[in-house]
T-cell receptor, first 113, second 116 residues
Framework: AQTVTQSQPEMSVQEAETVTLSCTYD???????LFWYKQPPSRQMILVIR??????QNATENRFSVNFQKAAKSFSLKISDSQLGDAAMYFC??????????FGKGTTLSVSS | KAGVTQTPRYLIKTRGQQVTLSCSPI?????VSWYQQTPGQGLQFLFE???????NKGNFPGRFSGRQFSNSRSEMNVSTLELGDSALYLC???????????????FGQGTRLTVV
């Protein structure tokens, strides 16, 4: 069974600084997808970034980038130049064919000015 | 393009009652998945429907059921409500069944169910 672990229940960062959220996962498959979702107070889950396991190159989306270490089953999210609007709960998730998105417990990120 | 619409947004029910939640996916999307979100358990997968057929089911009791209509709209039903069913219920739609393989899963804003 797939599992996702986010070891940091809460993180904080100052505006314009960089923060890294950690995620480890376990899956028996070689072909899978990894995601980071953001859930602001509005509760709307928003996809931040995705990574295909077969790709060695780390995904980037503007200020968001990942550090994907397949052998270590690690998938961390780096947020650069943090903004107040980045404050939210962040969920790491893994997906493989025939199953569903499996989420970690989430990391609450607060951003201070 | 309208997003995923979940109704109602808030619901208060009494223990023992039943409840039906609705999810309208993005136009053209055929896959709908349901998740239960609680502070203690996080996000847990309930079930997935594609083309009116349940394709996948999570580890929830039979009190939780769902269906999908020909227009891809989906409903989930919880019978004999328990206090522990209080949660945010999220629906996600995607174009194809294997959301994540080639397409993104888009989430609704959820229905907050409170059982008293």
């Amino acid at each position: 069974a797939q599992t996702v672990t986010q070891s940091q229940p809460e993180m904080s960062v100052q505006e314009a600084e960089t923060v890294t959220l950690s995620c480890t996962y376990d899956t028996s498959e070689s072909d899978y997808y990894l995601f980071w979702y953001k859930q602001p107070p509005s509760r709307q889950m928003i996809l931040v970034i995705r990574q295909e396991a077969y790709k060695q190159q780390n995904a980037t989306e503007n200020r968001f980038s990942v550090n994907f270490q397949k052998a270590a089953k690690s998938f961390s999210l780096k947020i650069s130049d943090s903004q107040l609007g980045d404050a939210a709960m962040y969920f790491c998730a893994v997906f493989q064919a025939g199953t569903a998105l499996i989420f970690g417990k989430g990391t609450t990120l607060s951003v201070s000015s | 393009k309208a997003g995923v619409t979940q109704t109602p947004r808030y619901l208060i029910k009494t223990r023992g009652q039943q409840v039906t939640l609705s999810c309208s996916p993005i136009s053209g999307h055929r896959s709908v998945s349901w998740y239960q979100q609680t502070p203690g358990q996080g996000l847990q997968f309930l079930f997935e429907y594609f083309s009116e057929t349940q394709r996948n089911k999570g580890n929830f009791p039979g009190r939780f059921s769902g269906r999908q209509f020909s227009n891809s709209r989906s409903e989930m039903n919880v019978s004999t409500l328990e206090l522990g069913d209080s949660a945010l219920y999220l629906c996600a739609s995607s174009l194809y069944r294997d959301a994540g393989m080639n397409t993104e899963a888009f989430f609704g804003q959820g229905t907050r169910l409170t059982v008293v």
